[in-house]
């Protein structure tokens, strides 16, 4: 029964992929109500294959000693004789966690869409491109091969882009779409380099070769390089890292992530916030034990976690833009994540005697397991706030609270569980990520994610007060909750609230391979309390400033802070500093001499042969008279001469 | 059907379309467009036969993995000029029918994007159907002259093919392109004597000349010779200059056919020829050629990016996807060349729909200028989807035929160990953001924003456009999701080619 279940797992992916086929190529033109309808039946049908995968998996998977299972592996893509690339599916503790996220996700997101999207001329285009995207996302996580994720790592980022321009008539959403697409394109081209320095060691594309200690141990070597000396193990690692940089919006590849708020907002929900964007941290803990090999690679996931946690939180203190709020925030949490797997290496001079601290790793996937529902929520429940008030800014909101008490009240648990209040789910990821910065000897992140959970729970109550309390700042037309909508929301809090049980089985099983048993480090008694501590005052500093829809503070703070607010509101300049180098170095640098260069060096002494040819040729200017017929004659006597002479 | 009269068939056909327009009145498109379609819908249908036939016989008789030798199958040979003992020698391989395949495709679809031609039909279809049979010549030869005249065959009419029917500057691109080709023709030829000569076997028969080893110190000085000859019709640089001023100047269904297929002839050559026979030759050379290509995979990319005419955009890619051709092949590596021939085909597909699709486009709006233009999503949205796939083809998207291509030509590059073609590895993959800044630009400036008021009474792709744009289509995803039977196919011609070059 088992292996039946599992034989048959590609249904996961099937039926998303049978949603975009079936729209696409023959209901593009059908009535929004019908598509809306199949959509929602078949990510249905693909959350119930999805859930009895799951619990196959539990049931018999979870037993087995590496705790996988590879369902099937067929060979897709032939190298060499040496080196085939597979398409398979492969189960284990995080790509199961990632398959029951993406397929409730993926149909909450689908029955929300139905009211959000009601009456868009592009409506039956939306579902196709969610499903494909559901169906790319999918299949990534259940890679068995490096290739393979790749494969689906760019076909996710096709999605993106696709959803990000999906109002292809906003100029602002196309540009959105390119900044994107551009981004993450050039942390993959690094990624498709470590994978072939993997590929070419190691033989193989599979990722229980690459993660084999005998891999670590190959490429183990320095290299000298011009005078530079680079370990081939530390530099592989930060490769192959580099696509989950570009992918998880890592600073300064973060870019693009606020500017993809321009695709309607269940597409910020699903992809830019619940799952696409964690594929960087997956891939990370995908190849966690070839990376963890190394302490420098480590070292940097660490600290750029620990960094754009600590940055996107400041900047999202000062936006305005409730979308753009959110994605800050999204960025901050995916900087937990991420940090949270740095510090699953422990500190050099750290006194455990251990090397990997396997709570780094559980957190982190646990976090990014509470993270996908209660952002998920938040987005959502902003997208039926946005559909109301017709505005991005939450200074034109207020007082929405009478108006739409669902929304208030399932947002009001988000944030309480992104803010990390107990006993919601998010105060257990983040207490499990803080223990195990803690533990592992790593203190200064560790303070950077104190400090960061208070400036989240500011940040979030800053914009869950200034939209839901006070009155109303702009005029209102028939604002109500759309119970397509409003649904989708009120089921997810019950993750939000209930996923703080799941903790034991995160620490228990979802742990780095070969770490079956989780490790005795000791657990602080007052970290619980700091962090709540560090929460309640973010909360408390909120209601003081903006508490009852108080919008004074806000001017006040720009008044006070002067030229620093300014700084952090413009995103300390960032996208102008890229700007500066793409159009003034590469376009104006770069390709501008380039083209100058061809067209007047290399052209023009091509052109310069053909003139002294020409001079030269003079001579024999009588056979030359332009006549066509002329010359066929003498080609066809040429011919008729040399036949004769063959014979 | 018997193998060598089909391969014969195949060439003589267009031929023989040719010879049926020729009484055809002037005025009546109709019938002058109706025999070519006709004519080469048979001969596609020919082709795919072929395709059955050969996969079917190289199943039942697999070539072992270790021979050295290439093994042309339907071979067939008759002496056509006894002096010089020149041959009509024909037979295939795997990669010259996936290349007859591949022209059958284009073709098909060329005739089909010319149908609004008004000017001269006949000539224009007379010329066409000349060249395609020179194309289809090329690659059922095993006879380096009759080779070398099936190519010149097909080089030729597009001298009047563009200086007739383009736009622009085209007597200047047609002059430019036809001279810089016949130079590079020149040096074959010298090439082919050379090698014909120095045999001593007086034949020109490659199969033969492939037993011979040549001295070293004649491989030095011949291979180049070769290698450049046909590698200025696979614009390597810097002999690259007549392909963006002929790509912009003719007309759609020339330029399809010519970057789709006429540009792999000169990889094709510099395959069959210059490396099978002079492999000594190519490990002496190689440095030097893999620095020029990087040079064009990577100059041809940033050359693109600053293009305003959807024409030269496509023609600069070109460049830089050609230019990954021959990178695969300058790995000298079993993937490496693999990965080459692979680029052949999916670049022959990918840019034959880019051209077909800028026809058309440029057919209502009427300008190419990517600035001008915008929002078409809203007012063509079928011509503009198949835009956004095959710049996302040509972007190196995964499922799509470029994907498939550049990763063998990534991993075979990376496989040789040699420093030099590591690094010229990773500039070739860090080309690949590039492609995708001038492919993005492109596409956005196309198909997004909002529509102009002068493009808003603009219409979709009719039917009869449809049809060769979704044959494209279903070329470039079926390679590259399902690639297993073409992978197959060309290792089986790949091996003996490599195990050669390594022996």
Same mark, same amino acid.
């Given at each position: 029964m088992?292996?039946f279940i599992?034989t048959?797992?590609?249904?996961i992916?099937l039926?998303?992929l049978l949603?975009?086929?079936?729209?696409?190529?023959f209901?593009?033109?059908?009535?929004?109500r019908?598509?809306g309808k199949l959509?929602?039946?078949?990510?249905?049908?693909s959350?119930?294959?999805g859930?009895?995968?799951?619990?196959?998996?539990?049931?018999?998977?979870?037993?087995t000693?590496?705790?996988s299972?590879l369902?099937?592996?067929?060979?897709?893509?032939?190298?060499?004789?040496?080196?085939t690339?597979n398409?398979?599916?492969y189960?284990d503790?995080?790509?199961?966690?990632?398959?029951?996220?993406i397929?409730?996700?993926?149909?909450l997101?689908?029955?929300?869409s139905?009211?959000?999207?009601?009456?868009?001329?592009?409506?039956?285009?939306?579902f196709?491109?969610?499903?494909?995207?559901s169906f790319?996302?999918?299949?990534l996580?259940v890679?068995?091969?490096?290739?393979?994720?790749?494969?689906f790592w760019?076909l996710?980022?096709?999605s993106?882009?696709?959803?990000?321009?999906?109002w292809?008539?906003?100029?602002?959403a196309?540009a959105?779409s390119k900044?994107a697409?551009?981004?993450?394109r050039?942390?993959?081209?690094?990624?498709?380099?470590g994978?072939?320095t993997?590929?070419?060691v190691?033989?193989?594309?599979d990722?229980?070769?690459?993660?084999?200690?005998?891999t670590?141990a190959?490429?183990?070597k320095?290299?000298i390089?011009?005078?530079?000396?680079?370990?081939l193990l530390?530099?592989?690692?930060?490769?192959?890292?580099?696509?989950g940089?570009?992918?998880?919006?890592?600073f300064?590849?973060?870019?693009?992530?606020p500017?993809?708020?321009e695709?309607?907002?269940?597409?910020s929900?699903i992809?830019?916030?619940?799952t696409?964007?964690?594929?960087?941290?997956?891939l990370?803990?995908r190849?966690?034990?070839?990376f963890?090999?190394?302490?420098?690679a480590?070292?940097?996931?660490q600290?750029?976690?620990?960094?754009?946690?600590?940055?996107?939180a400041?900047i999202a203190?000062?936006?305005?833009?409730?979308?753009?709020?959110?994605a800050?925030?999204?960025?901050?949490?995916?900087?937990?994540?991420?940090f949270?797997?740095g510090?699953?290496?422990?500190?050099?001079?750290?006194?455990?005697?251990?090397?990997?601290n396997p709570l780094?790793y559980?957190?982190?996937?646990y976090?990014?397991?509470?993270?996908?529902?209660?952002?998920?929520?938040?987005?959502?429940?902003?997208?039926?706030v946005?559909?109301?008030?017709h505005?991005?800014n939450?200074?034109?909101?207020?007082?929405?609270?009478k108006?739409?008490?669902r929304?208030?009240?399932s947002?009001?648990?988000a944030?309480?569980?992104i803010?990390g209040?107990?006993?919601?789910s998010?105060?257990w990821?983040?207490?499990?990520i803080?223990?195990?910065?803690?533990q592992?000897?790593?203190?200064?992140?560790?303070l950077?994610?104190?400090?960061t959970?208070?400036?989240t729970a500011f940040?979030?109550?800053?914009?869950?007060f200034l939209?839901f309390h006070?009155e109303?700042?702009?005029?209102?037309?028939?604002v109500?909750e759309?119970?397509?909508m409003?649904?989708?929301?009120?089921?997810?809090?019950v993750p939000?609230?209930?996923?703080?049980?799941?903790e034991?089985?995160f620490?228990?099983?979802v742990?780095?391979?070969?770490?079956?048993?989780?490790?005795?480090f000791?657990?602080?008694?007052w970290?619980p309390w700091?962090?709540t501590?560090?929460?309640?005052?973010?909360?408390?500093?909120?209601?003081l400033?903006?508490?009852?829809?108080?919008?004074?503070?806000a001017s006040s703070?720009?008044?006070?802070?002067?030229?620093?607010?300014?700084?952090?509101?413009?995103?300390?300049?960032?996208?102008?500093?890229?700007?500066?180098v793409?159009h003034?170095?590469?376009?104006?640098?770069?390709?501008?001499?380039?083209?100058?260069?061809?067209?007047?060096i290399?052209?023009?002494?091509m052109?310069?042969?053909g003139?002294l040819?020409?001079k030269?040729?003079?001579?024999?200017?009588?056979?030359?008279?332009?006549?066509l017929?002329?010359?066929?004659g003498?080609t066809?006597?040429g011919?008729i001469v040399i036949l004769?002479?063959?014979? | 059907?018997?193998?060598?009269?089909?391969?014969?068939?195949i060439w003589?056909i267009?031929?023989?379309i040719?010879?049926?327009?020729?009484?055809?009145h002037n005025?009546?498109h109709?019938?002058?467009?109706?025999?070519?379609?006709?004519?080469?819908l048979v001969?596609?249908i020919?082709?795919?036969?072929?395709?059955?036939?050969f996969?079917?016989d190289?199943?039942?008789a697999?070539?072992a993995?270790t021979?050295?030798?290439?093994?042309?199958?339907?071979?067939?040979?008759?002496v056509w000029?006894q002096?010089?003992?020149i041959?009509y020698?024909?037979?295939?391989d795997?990669?010259?029918?996936?290349?007859?395949?591949?022209t059958g495709?284009?073709?098909?679809?060329?005739v089909?994007?010319s149908?609004?031609?008004?000017?001269?039909?006949?000539?224009?279809?007379?010329?066409?159907?000349?060249?395609?049979?020179?194309?289809y010549g090329v690659?059922v030869?095993i006879d380096?002259?009759?080779?070398?005249?099936?190519?010149e065959?097909?080089v !030729?009419?597009? @001298?009047?093919?563009?200086?007739?029917?383009g736009t622009?500057?085209? &007597?200047? #691109?047609? *002059?430019?392109? +036809?001279?810089?080709?016949?130079?590079?023709s020149?040096?074959?030829?010298a090439g082919?004597l050379?090698?014909y000569?120095e045999?001593?076997?007086?034949?020109?028969?490659?199969?033969?000349?492939?037993?011979?080893?040549?001295?070293?110190?004649?491989?030095?000085?011949v291979?180049?010779?070769i290698?450049?000859?046909?590698?200025v019709?696979?614009?390597?640089?810097?002999?690259?200059?007549?392909?963006?001023?002929?790509?912009?100047s003719?007309?759609t269904?020339?330029?399809?056919?010519?970057?789709?297929?006429?540009m792999? !002839?000169g990889? @094709?050559?510099?395959?069959?020829?210059?490396?099978?026979?002079?492999? &000594?030759? #190519?490990? *002496?050379?190689? +440095?030097?050629?893999l620095?020029?290509?990087?040079i064009n995979v990577f100059?041809?990319?940033l050359?693109?990016?600053r293009?305003?005419?959807?024409?030269?955009?496509?023609a600069?890619?070109?460049?830089?996807?050609?230019?990954?051709v021959?990178?695969?092949?300058?790995?000298?590596?079993?993937t490496?060349?693999?990965?080459?021939?692979?680029?052949?085909?999916?670049?022959?597909?990918m840019?034959?729909?880019?051209?077909c699709l800028?026809?058309?486009?440029?057919?209502?709006?009427?300008?190419?200028t990517?600035s001008?233009?915008?929002g078409?999503?809203?007012?063509?949205?079928?011509?503009?989807?198949?835009?956004?796939?095959v710049?996302?083809?040509?972007l190196?998207?995964?499922?799509?035929?470029?994907?498939?291509?550049?990763a063998?030509?990534?991993?075979?590059?990376?496989a040789?160990?040699a420093?030099?073609?590591?690094?010229?590895t990773v500039?070739?993959?860090?080309s690949i953001?590039?492609t995708?800044?001038?492919?993005l630009r492109?596409v956005?400036?196309l198909?997004?924003?909002p529509v102009?008021?002068?493009?808003?009474?603009?219409?979709?792709?009719?039917l009869m456009?449809?049809?060769?744009?979704?044959?494209?289509l279903?070329?470039l995803?079926?390679?590259?999701i399902?690639?297993?039977?073409i992978?197959?196919?060309?290792?089986?011609?790949?091996h003996?080619?490599?195990?050669?070059?390594?022996?």
């Open positions: 088992a292996d599992f048959h797992s590609y249904l992916l039926f998303p949603s975009f086929a079936l729209i696409t190529f209901m593009l033109h059908w009535q929004n019908t598509v959509a929602i039946v078949l990510s249905g049908l959350l119930f294959y859930l009895l995968t799951v619990v196959t998996y539990l049931i018999s998977g979870l037993g000693p590496d705790r299972v369902c099937f592996d067929l060979a897709w893509l032939n190298f060499s004789p040496e080196l690339a398409m398979g599916i189960l503790p995080i790509s199961v966690m990632m398959v029951f996220v397929t409730v996700i993926s149909l997101v689908n029955i929300y139905v009211g959000y999207m009601k009456g868009d001329s592009g409506f039956n285009r939306f196709a491109l969610l499903a494909l995207f790319s996302m999918l299949g996580v890679s068995s091969n490096i290739l393979q994720m790749f494969v760019e996710v980022g096709v993106s882009y696709a959803l990000i321009g999906f292809y008539e906003k100029p602002s196309v959105a900044k697409f551009i981004v993450t050039f942390a993959d081209a690094f990624f498709l380099i994978i072939l993997v590929s070419f190691t033989g193989s594309f990722f229980a070769t690459l993660n084999n200690p005998e670590a190959a490429l183990n320095t290299l390089f011009g005078g530079l000396s680079v370990n530390t530099l592989t690692s930060l490769l192959i890292f580099a696509g940089w570009g992918k998880s919006a890592m300064p590849l973060h870019i693009w992530l500017d993809a708020m695709g309607p907002t269940p597409v929900s992809i830019h916030s619940a696409m964007v964690v594929a960087g941290v997956y990370t803990a190849m966690f034990p070839l963890s090999a190394s302490a420098t480590m070292g940097v996931i600290f750029i976690g620990a960094f754009t946690a600590l940055f996107a400041v203190i000062t936006q305005y833009d409730i979308k753009r709020i959110l800050f925030s999204t960025l901050s949490q995916l900087g937990y994540m991420l949270s797997l510090v699953a290496k422990v500190a050099a001079d750290g006194h455990h005697g251990a090397d990997i780094g559980s957190a982190s996937m976090h990014v397991f509470t993270h996908a529902f209660f952002k998920c929520m938040l987005f959502l429940g902003a997208g039926s946005i559909h109301a008030v505005s991005n939450i200074m034109d909101m207020g007082g929405l609270k108006l739409m008490p929304t208030y009240w947002l009001l648990v944030c309480l569980a803010g209040l107990f006993p919601l998010g105060f990821s983040k207490d499990a803080l223990l195990a910065a803690l592992s000897g790593h203190k200064t992140t560790f950077v994610g104190l400090v959970g208070g400036l940040y979030m109550f800053r914009l869950f939209t006070g109303p700042r702009s005029e209102l037309h028939d109500h759309d119970p397509w409003t649904l989708p929301i009120v089921i997810l809090t939000t609230v209930t996923a703080g049980l799941l034991h089985f620490i228990h099983y742990t780095v391979p070969g770490f079956n048993e989780p490790s005795h000791g657990h602080p008694g970290l700091a962090a501590g560090a929460a309640v005052s973010g909360i408390g500093l909120a209601w400033l903006y508490g009852q829809g108080k919008t004074d503070a703070l720009k008044k006070v802070a002067g030229p620093l607010h300014t700084l952090v509101y413009n995103k300390f300049y960032i996208d102008e500093v890229y700007l500066f793409t003034k170095i590469i376009f104006g640098g770069i390709a501008a001499p380039i083209k100058w260069f061809d067209r007047q290399v052209d023009g002494s052109n310069l042969t003139w040819l020409q030269g040729g003079k001579g024999v200017r009588l056979l030359q008279n332009g006549q017929h002329f010359y066929l003498v066809v006597i011919l004769f002479l063959g014979k | 059907m018997n193998g060598p009269l089909l391969l014969t068939l003589v267009p031929f023989v040719a010879l049926i327009t020729l009484p055809l005025d009546d109709l019938r002058i467009k109706q025999v070519s379609l006709w004519g080469n001969n596609l020919f082709v795919i036969s072929l395709t059955f036939k996969i079917g190289t199943a039942a697999p070539l993995v021979d050295s030798l290439s093994r042309f199958q339907y071979t067939y040979k008759v000029f002096i010089l003992n041959e020698n024909i037979g295939v795997a990669i010259s029918v996936l290349m007859m395949l591949l495709i284009v073709i098909f679809c060329g089909l994007a149908w609004n031609v008004k000017n001269q039909a006949k000539e224009f279809f007379v010329l066409l159907n000349v060249l395609v049979a020179g194309v690659f030869s380096l002259f009759t080779f070398f005249l099936f190519y065959i097909a !030729l009419p597009m @001298y009047l093919l563009i200086g007739l029917w622009g500057k085209k &007597e200047y #691109a047609a *002059m430019k392109l +036809t001279l810089m080709l016949v130079a590079g020149a040096f074959i030829l082919i050379a090698l000569f045999s001593g076997l007086n034949t020109f028969d490659l199969d033969q000349l492939s037993r011979v080893r040549f001295s070293d110190s004649f491989q030095y000085w291979f180049p010779i290698f450049f000859g046909f590698g019709l696979g614009a390597i640089f810097p002999f690259h200059t007549w392909s963006p001023d002929g790509h912009a003719a007309p269904a020339v330029s399809m056919l010519h970057a789709g297929v006429l792999k !002839l990889g @094709y050559g510099c395959l069959r020829v210059a490396m099978y026979l002079l492999p &000594e030759g #190519a490990q *002496m050379w190689m +440095t030097f050629f620095v020029l290509v990087t100059y041809g990319a050359g693109a990016l293009q305003t005419d959807l024409k030269y955009i496509t600069y890619s070109s460049v830089s996807h050609c230019g990954l021959l990178f695969g092949f300058t790995a000298m590596t079993f490496g060349l693999k990965g080459g021939v692979l680029q052949m085909i999916s670049h022959g597909l840019t034959a729909l880019f051209f800028i026809g058309m486009i440029y057919g209502r709006t009427h300008t190419r990517v001008e233009m915008g078409l999503m809203k007012v063509m949205p079928f011509l503009s989807v198949a835009f956004v796939v710049g996302f083809a040509g190196g998207l995964p499922s799509l035929s470029g994907f498939i291509a550049e063998n030509v990534f991993v075979g590059s990376f040789n160990p420093t030099i073609n590591r690094v010229c500039l070739a993959v860090l953001v590039v995708a800044v001038y492919v492109t956005n400036g198909v997004g924003g102009s008021d002068r493009f808003k009474e603009l219409s979709d792709a009719s456009e449809k049809v060769p744009v979704t044959i494209l279903f070329c995803f079926g390679m590259g399902m690639p297993g039977w992978i197959d196919l060309v290792n089986s011609a790949v003996p080619i490599y195990n050669n070059l390594m022996r």
